[in-house]
């Protein structure tokens, strides 16, 4: 059982990488140019990666890369001929067979890895803004859910006039920022962690409330913190309905929640939350600190 389940992680987390990787070379190739911070982030990117996953496609990608910084000096060549290969390699992952890349969630993971490539030089240019409004608009499903929703209508708004401030970029940069989980300017260049998409202004009452509850515990086991919620007044679900009132994220809960087992949990929550519905998504901090 052991043996399947790291085989069904494994895969699962390989064709995430995948479409992580699709995305963030359309990312850095949009505007047509290979940047040197642009490669620093895909080398350290390729690192994680290579962690997660033994992969062949990975370790090769992530050579050729080392081999261009290795001298500190990237000539106009080696941007010419990375940002080909770079393509090559995109059209190779995308003709792989077993990794689905038309589900919705391949759809999130493509535009993850979009934003991500579009953040990597830690700026936003007018091409890469308007790629981002073309991108967003030919997927009806993200850009009518979170988090595509989010960024499709803030890139509509700064589009509207015609002109892109500075301003206007710096708000959508720092939105992509807190989408990915990827601040370059703070050093957080892994590439995977993303930001819990908490409620943090949520008002937590617990008589009649349902809650569900995900992720690792400081206070302890989940049936202890769920002996807790009952105490208090509340109610328990396992799973994510229309019905629940809260999703409680625990604190040891993975950085990188969406390589995680409880990321889908939290997704679904999301779409949940996102469309008009009364659950709320808080934080083990958020839910003890409410009791009574």
């Given at each position: 059982?052991?043996?399947?389940?790291?085989?069904?992680?494994?895969?699962?987390?390989?064709?995430?990488?995948?479409?992580?990787?699709?995305?963030?070379?359309?990312?850095?190739?949009?505007?047509?140019?290979?940047?040197?911070?642009?490669?620093?982030?895909?080398?350290?990117?390729?690192?994680?990666?290579?962690?997660?996953?033994?992969?062949?496609?990975?370790?090769?990608?992530?050579?050729?890369?080392?081999?261009?910084?290795?001298?500190?000096?990237?000539?106009?060549?080696?941007?010419?001929?990375?940002?080909?290969?770079?393509?090559?390699?995109?059209?190779?992952?995308?003709?792989?067979?077993?990794?689905?890349?038309?589900?919705?969630?391949?759809?999130?993971?493509?535009?993850?890895?979009?934003?991500?490539?579009?953040?990597?030089?830690?700026?936003?240019?007018?091409?890469?803004?308007?790629?981002?409004?073309?991108?967003?608009?030919?997927?009806?499903?993200?850009?009518?859910?979170?988090?595509?929703?989010?960024?499709?209508?803030?890139?509509?708004?700064?589009?509207?006039?015609?002109?892109?401030?500075?301003?206007e970029s710096e708000l959508l940069y720092r939105t992509l920022?807190?989408?990915?989980?990827?601040?370059?300017?703070?050093?957080?260049?892994?590439?995977?962690?993303?930001?819990?998409?908490?409620?943090?202004?949520?008002?937590?009452?617990?008589?009649?409330?349902?809650?569900?509850?995900?992720?690792?515990?400081?206070?302890?086991?989940?049936?202890?913190?769920?002996?807790?919620?009952?105490?208090?007044?509340?109610?328990?679900?396992?799973?994510?309905?229309?019905?629940?009132?809260?999703?409680?994220?625990?604190?040891?809960?993975?950085?990188?929640?969406?390589?995680?087992?409880?990321?889908?949990?939290?997704?679904?929550?999301?779409?949940?939350?996102?469309?008009?519905?009364?659950?709320?998504?808080?934080?083990?901090?958020?839910?003890?600190?409410?009791?009574?």
């Amino acid at each position: 059982m052991e043996d399947k389940q790291y085989v069904f992680n494994y895969t699962q987390n390989r064709d995430k990488l995948f479409t992580n990787l699709v995305g963030i070379i359309d990312g850095i190739t949009t505007d047509g140019i290979v940047r040197d911070e642009e490669i620093l982030y895909l080398d350290t990117w390729l690192l994680e990666a290579n962690q997660l996953i033994n992969n062949g496609v990975i370790k090769i990608l992530r050579t050729r890369v080392s081999d261009i910084l290795a001298d500190g000096v990237v000539t106009q060549q080696e941007r010419e001929d990375l940002k080909s290969y770079l393509i090559k390699i995109q059209r190779d992952i995308l003709d792989i067979p077993s990794v689905d890349f038309y589900s919705t969630e391949s759809d999130l993971h493509l535009l993850t890895g979009l934003c991500k490539g579009l953040i990597s030089d830690k700026s936003l240019n007018a091409d890469e803004i308007r790629y981002l409004d073309w991108w967003l608009t030919q997927n009806g499903a993200l850009k009518n859910n979170y988090p595509g929703k989010e960024l499709y209508s803030l890139v509509k708004d700064i589009l509207s006039d015609g002109v892109i401030t500075t301003e206007e970029s710096e708000l959508l940069y720092r939105t992509l920022v807190d989408f990915t989980g990827c601040d370059l300017e703070l050093g957080v260049v892994d590439g995977l962690a993303t930001r819990l998409p908490l409620n943090t202004d949520a008002v937590v009452h617990f008589e009649d409330k349902i809650f569900c509850l995900t992720g690792g515990f400081m206070a302890g086991k989940r049936a202890q913190v769920e002996k807790i919620v009952e105490e208090a007044g509340g109610k328990l679900s396992s799973d994510i309905t229309k019905r629940l009132d809260y999703l409680v994220v625990g604190t040891l809960s993975s950085r990188d929640w969406r390589f995680s087992s409880h990321g889908r949990k939290i997704e679904k929550a999301v779409t949940y939350r996102d469309n008009g519905g009364k659950l709320r998504i808080i934080s083990e901090e958020m839910l003890f600190g409410a009791l009574p």
